[in-house]
């Protein structure tokens, strides 16, 4: 460094010229020790200036970043701007690509329909906080009979039976449940730390404010729901507690065909 050449020599020249036997008055020997405190001092605030630069430039390296603000209008002055400007734009790429992985994480566990959770989302809420509940329990919403209706009034009547259903069972469980949509005609309403008594409780109320019917643009449709429940201790799998809700449906749907069977034997004979 050219202030650390210069603050030796002018140290070392002072110390040789007195030792030497010249003679300076005292005005003299105050000059250069002066002018070496002063190219000291220039020489260190140089030296912790490139350290900034230095540290600045290590942590952009490792992907951080920790500006310099260094206003000086010099050479080292440039170059602390310079460095600057880019860990600007690192950082302005990582904003971007946080962004852009919220945006991913938020698609890919929602319905893009009714922005609802959708199974994936339900799936892994279960797993991670599942161990931290008491109890959870699913009840599975079917919707019978949309894609008839879907054939037969368009998608754009369907999709706005799916968000009638949507708010509906959102406002029915408020925030004692999540409701997730499982399938195109299939609702998942979410439980955890709720007894048998409480279920009951929300599939009464979620019973209830699906048998109205729904307004859409192609009038009022009344949907059929088909409504079971599936619960387990100490948390549990979305998808098996689903599976055992099926399968509980399709037994009670059994159970009713065979009683309508025998109805209709009984009244033919």
């Known amino acids: 460094m050219i202030w650390w050449t210069f603050a030796?020599?002018?140290?070392?020249g002072g110390v040789w010229l007195v030792?030497?036997?010249?003679?300076?008055?005292?005005?003299?020997?105050?000059?250069?020790?002066?002018?070496?405190?002063s190219a000291a001092a220039e020489w260190i605030?140089?030296?912790?200036?490139?350290?900034?630069?230095?540290?600045?430039?290590?942590?952009?390296?490792?992907?951080?970043?920790?500006?310099?603000?260094?206003?000086a209008d010099d050479r080292i002055g440039d170059l602390a701007r310079s460095i600057d400007r880019?860990?600007?734009?690192?950082?302005?790429?990582?904003?971007?690509?946080?962004?852009?992985?919220?945006?991913?994480?938020?698609?890919?566990?929602?319905?893009?329909?009714t922005g609802l959770p959708n199974r994936r989302h339900v799936t892994e809420s279960l797993a991670a906080s599942g161990a931290e509940w008491s109890s959870t329990a699913v009840l599975v919403v079917d919707l019978d009979g949309l894609d008839l209706l879907s054939k037969r009034l368009g998608h754009v009547v369907a999709d706005e039976i799916v968000l009638g259903v949507a708010a509906r069972l959102t406002a029915a469980v408020g925030e004692d449940a999540v409701?997730?949509?499982?399938?195109?005609?299939?609702?998942?309403?979410?439980?955890?730390?709720?007894?048998?008594?409480?279920?009951a409780r929300v599939r009464a109320r979620v019973d209830e404010v699906l048998s109205a019917p729904i307004e859409t643009s192609g009038g009022l449709h009344a949907i059929t729901v088909g409504i079971e429940h599936a619960s387990a201790r100490r948390g549990g799998d979305a998808r098996r507690l689903v599976s055992?809700?099926?399968?509980?449906?399709?037994?009670?749907?059994?159970?009713?065909?065979?009683?309508d069977l025998a109805r209709s034997r009984a009244a033919a004979n």
């Open 45 to 71: 605030r140089t030296e912790r200036r490139m350290r900034r630069i230095e540290r600045s430039a290590a942590a952009l390296a490792r992907g951080a970043s920790a500006r310099i603000d260094d206003p």
């Open 244 to 259: 055992e809700a099926e399968a509980k449906r399709r037994r009670a749907l059994a159970r009713s065909a065979e009683r």
């Open 8 to 12: 030796v020599g002018a140290v070392l």
């Open 19 to 37: 030792i030497g036997g010249v003679h300076f008055g005292a005005a003299s020997i105050v000059t250069i020790a002066i002018g070496a405190a």
């Open 179 to 199: 409701v997730a949509r499982w399938a195109s005609n299939r609702f998942v309403v979410a439980m955890s730390g709720t007894g048998p008594n409480e279920v």
């Open 86 to 113: 880019i860990g600007e734009r690192i950082e302005a790429a990582e904003r971007g690509r946080r962004r852009i992985e919220r945006l991913h994480w938020h698609e890919t566990r929602h319905d893009e329909l």
